[in-house]
């Protein structure tokens, strides 16, 4: 039987993938893992929680072989399915007859996390039990990333730690993670406030920053047709989620205007050609409702959120019988707005630097808070059961202006357009060039509107994308990462640095020139400047047949090399070295 489960932000997972545990080890753990940052002063990453039956087997299967016989031959063989399994590689797995049960299988109940790096894993071993995590079972199995909650948590009044909240309130980048960029803001708040600037969000620090209560119930959002207001929405803690919103009747959607920019009768000829169901969404980069040529350029639905009173707005400008024409769709090509797509246009902006000179909504950051998410997610799951369309996404939602361009590695083919249902973003579709909505938290949205976001991080089938798709992950990524130097670079909000070339930003390390922000980095030998981690790069570089010059030095042979990196593990090829580029060097399997 599935637990009752809660998703976790995109940003804790390894590759933004969507873990989830249950409510209540997902709110302990919300609190542990803040303070555990604060005091160690090092970035966390969630490799595993909870994992389906689906998945359990699949993980089985990958790491251990069928005998065939009825009776175990080795002390490391499982018991699977009536029959005895080899071991084969050097990851242990529960069987996935224990599914459920607790019995080395805490992972299947929603209560159990694999954890990196090694500074955390620590700091959980000595101080997790106060929060109820133990770390006997990882200790059993040689498994120091390995914990389980047991429910003794000593904190649960203080209830969910909402990091995005918590973010926003100190002025950090929204990600949903508190990491060590934002401890160090939260330690100047706290400052501010006569608090001890420790960097801990413990109640005095929240109740300071106006996040009183236990901070994970949302606000209601109640939907008003057509612009209007409704009362400002109580303090969050009090208000529950969103009631759901009807599914459309003839073709209208009862909670939206479709009046003031109804456009049915125009266009009476153009109409579906079939194909599966999609939903599709855009930005309008407005800070109200658009004119659309007067339907020349509408979508079926704009939606307008009120961050003052926390509730949204939408208008219907066609019925959900025909088509819209938000889209570009080219003679001769594929059918894009004639598909069976659904389009909603959110008022705001995906480019984040357009957002803050014309004072308009930046929409990644808007939909990280609750009741925006919960209130969009609403109009989603009406949209999909009115229409049939699943409430997943299999697509790689990637940041503008990155996502921008016909060619962007995260468009999808004719082909895969055509063969496509689920949802979109108007960066996935072809003969189209614009890059919005941006990488909005689509996987928490479509967790919130009831779907299974499990898929969003995997790029379209042969459609590239920034997926790591070819790299391990997980458990096994754990266990290979055991031997992996750490990428050495700091990595805060404002500040992401990578190993790139000398032309770039202050954030790209090249190793000749001294960099004030890596300055333990560089080190000057007979005059000449290096970067100790890109000589490390470098000699895995040459392991891996490589022709570099080991010389801490940024130039042509990086690009050509890291390039390529980047091509055989299906990451976007920009030539630049951060995190998941450095973990591939030693991660990917070296073909011969």
């Avoid at 955390?120 to 914990?147: K, V, Y």
């Avoid at 339907?295 to 819209?324: C, E, K, N």
Wanted: positive net charge.
């Amino acid at each position: 039987m599935t637990p009752t489960l809660q998703a976790l932000p995109a940003s804790w997972g390894s590759r933004d993938q969507i873990e989830k545990l249950t409510p209540a080890a997902a709110s302990s753990l919300s609190r542990m893992i803040a303070r555990a940052v604060a005091e160690t002063g090092v970035n966390f990453q969630l490799n595993d929680a909870y994992r389906s039956y689906d998945e359990q087997v699949a993980l089985f299967k990958a790491n251990y072989r069928d005998r065939g016989t009825r009776s175990k031959k080795a002390s490391s063989d499982r018991m699977f399915g009536g029959t005895a399994w080899r071991h084969v590689t050097n990851v242990a797995v529960a069987s996935p007859d224990l599914y459920g049960t607790g019995t080395g299988a805490n992972h299947t109940r929603g209560i159990a996390i694999d954890i990196a790096p090694s500074a955390i894993q620590s700091w959980i071993q000595a101080n997790g039990s106060r929060f109820g995590w133990t770390w006997d079972e990882g200790r059993r199995n040689g498994e120091p990333w390995h914990f389980v909650y047991n429910g003794t948590d000593q904190y649960t009044a203080e209830g969910w730690l909402d990091h995005a909240a918590v973010q926003r309130a100190v002025g950090a980048t929204v990600d949903g993670k508190i990491g060590t960029g934002t401890v160090q803001l939260i330690k100047a708040k706290q400052k501010e406030l006569g608090l001890e600037p420790d960097g801990k969000v413990g109640p005095a620090t929240k109740k300071g920053l106006g996040l009183t209560g236990k901070g994970n119930a949302a606000p209601a959002v109640p939907v008003t047709a057509g612009g209007g207001t409704s009362a400002p929405a109580p303090a969050p803690a009090a208000q529950p989620k969103p009631a759901p919103l009807a599914a459309a009747a003839d073709g209208i959607f009862p909670w939206a205007d479709a009046t003031t920019q109804f456009w049915d009768d125009k266009y009476p000829n153009q109409t579906y050609t079939g194909g599966k169901p999609i939903g599709l969404l855009h930005s309008t980069e407005t800070g109200t409702w658009p004119g659309y040529g007067a339907g020349s350029s509408a979508p079926h639905l704009t939606v307008r959120f009120d961050p003052a009173s926390r509730t949204i707005a939408a208008r219907q400008h066609y019925s959900t019988t025909r088509p819209s024409r938000a889209l570009v769709n080219r003679a001769g090509g594929v059918q894009t707005n004639n598909a069976r797509v659904f389009q909603i246009e959110l008022i705001g902006s995906c480019d984040l630097t357009f957002a803050k000179k014309h004072g308009y909504l930046y929409l990644p950051d808007l939909l990280e808070e609750a009741w925006a998410r919960d209130a969009l997610a609403a109009v989603l799951a009406a949209v999909s059961e009115s229409l049939g369309i699943p409430l997943t996404s299999s697509v790689v939602w990637a940041n503008y202006p990155g996502s921008y361009g016909e060619k962007a590695a995260q468009r999808l083919t004719g082909a895969q357009w055509e063969a496509y249902t689920g949802w979109l973003g108007h960066q996935h579709a072809p003969e189209n060039d614009h890059g919005d909505p941006g990488d909005i938290p689509i996987a928490e949205i479509l967790a919130a509107a009831g779907g299974d976001p499990t898929a969003v991080i995997a790029p379209p089938s042969g459609g590239g994308g920034s997926s790591s798709s070819k790299l391990p992950s997980g458990k096994a990524a754990l266990m290979q990462l055991k031997n992996v130097p750490d990428f050495p670079l700091l990595r805060t909000p404002g500040h992401l640095c990578y190993y790139g070339d000398a032309s770039g930003p202050i954030e790209s390390v090249s190793g000749k020139s001294a960099n004030s922000l890596n300055p333990g980095e560089i080190e000057t030998i007979g005059g000449k400047t290096r970067s100790k981690g890109l000589m490390t790069l470098q000699r895995q570089l040459v392991k891996r047949g490589y022709s570099v010059d080991v010389d801490g030095r940024w130039g042509a042979q990086m690009d050509n090399a890291i390039d390529n990196i980047q091509r055989l593990a299906g990451l976007t090829r920009d030539k630049k070295c951060g995190p998941t580029t450095w973990y591939a060097c030693w991660l990917l399997p070296v073909v011969a």
